[in-house]
């Protein structure tokens, strides 16, 4: 399967487990984590060039978005990650999820295990 075949199945997929109710579905709920964590697996193997200044992916995004947003923080400009770090943010991410569902599944909350890292 070749890397934008993995990137819109990972993205469905992804969106599925975003629209999943963790308490009214928790099974179907991880196993879109699972299967999300398999295709981040896979996209992770994959090398992906960095965009160049100009390209079409640079126009996408506006590094002076904070320019548009009401806010106290001062402007500064905000850089693209590079892949692999994007790929260890959404891991985290899903693991963060995958916690979440676990402690849905507890249906006392002095059963809860406090993790601190």
């Known amino acids: 399967m070749g890397f934008f075949q993995l990137m819109e199945n990972w993205v469905q997929t992804f969106l599925q487990l975003l629209d999943t109710n963790v308490h009214r ?15 981040l697996g896979q996209l992770s ?10 390209s079409v992916a640079h126009r996408a995004f506006d590094p002076y978005v904070s320019k548009r947003l009401e806010t106290a923080v001062p402007i500064r400009v905000l850089p693209i990650g590079s892949p692999g770090e994007t790929w260890q943010v ?18 006392n909350l002095t059963t809860w295990k406090v993790r601190w890292i």
């Open 25 to 39: 579905s928790p099974k179907q709920f991880i196993r879109y984590i699972n299967m999300c964590e398999e295709f």
């Open 45 to 54: 193997l994959h090398s992906i060039p960095e965009p160049y200044t100009g």
């Open 90 to 107: 959404i891991s985290l991410f899903l693991k963060g999820l995958r916690e979440t569902s676990e402690l849905a599944a507890r249906h």
